[in-house]
Structures are given as C-alpha cells and as structure tokens.
C-alpha cells in the first residue's frame, strides 16, 4: 500500500511540474511581454544570455540618414532559425525607444512600450532567419537612432539588444 502512494506521489509531482513547463514556455509563445520593453530581456526561466558581439545577427538598414517623416527600412538577417525576437530604434542621445513601426513580416505583431507600435515582437513561436520591417520616424526632430533586437534561439538561449549602425538624422547642424 505504502508503494503504491509513493508511486501516486511521484506521478502527482511529475504531472505538476509538466503542466508548469508548458505553462511557461507557451507563456511567451506568441510575443515579448511589457516587462522586457525598457531592457529587451527575455523574462523565461533560467535563460543563458549570450554577448551581443558573438551573435549571428546583423540589423541594417540601407540608410545612412533619415529626416523626420521618413520611412526606412530596416532588415535582420541570420545564419541560423531563431524562435522570438523583439526590436525597437532608440535615440542615440538618451536610449528612448522612438518612431513606430509601420511594416511587419508575417509571424510578427505591434507592442506598445512607450507609444503605440514603437515595438515589433514575434506573433508565434515559428522559425525564422530573415525579416523586413518599416520604421517611420517621428515628425519632429529626434537626432540619431539605432535599431536594437533581442533574439531568442530557444528557450533557454537569447542574445539581448544587438545594435545596428547608427542612422543620423539628415539636416541636422
């Protein structure tokens, strides 16, 4: 009798922590949440961060500068699938997150951290290896950006805000 409540027991621990696990990996399954807004960290269980200089990332853009207004694309580019991602441009001068994003790829979707659409973040849990976006810059004068993504391989392995060259703003004295 006394194995037979152990063996229960155990099966009982082993169901809870299961249902856990799913819990939590399908938690972020479907984008970043607004916790990682101000850091771009992955906020998984026991998550490895790797240095955003050994990566293989690169976020550009075909622009040297932007005015106010403008439109400029941005690409990321990878030599290996990766499940999550969250970008922003931010302010050279003060690291604010500015502009909105105004063209997603499929498997992408708009987040609100600092005003509506600042943020793109993935929409599901997908592969993906290379992906356009559109930043519009705001109408009034911000100065430089860059454009910061954080990328999670899988669940326990990410690289946090890899940084683009940065783009100046055209006009500028």
Known sequence: MEDGRRA???????????LCLVSCAAAFSH????????DMMPRHLRVQLHSPNNNYITVHTNM?????????????????????????ARKVSNNEIAGTFIFL??????????????????????????LSFVWKAPDQPIGDIKFFISI??????????????????GGQN
């Open 105 to 130: 790829p499929p498997g992408s979707k708009l987040l609100t951290c600092s005003e509506d659409g600042d943020t793109v973040t993935h929409s599901d849990k997908s592969l993906k290896r290379n």
């Open 8 to 18: 229960h027991a155990a099966f009982a621990g082993w169901a809870c922590t299961t």
């Open 152 to 169: 999670v391989q899988s669940y326990f392995v990410y690289w946090a805000k890899i940084e683009s060259a940065a783009v100046a703003q």
């Open 31 to 38: 984008g970043a949440s607004l916790s990682a807004c101000t």
């Open 64 to 88: 040297s500068f932007y005015f106010p207004g403008d439109k400029v694309p941005v690409t990321v580019r990878s030599t290996r699938d990766y499940m999550g991602f969250m970008l922003q």
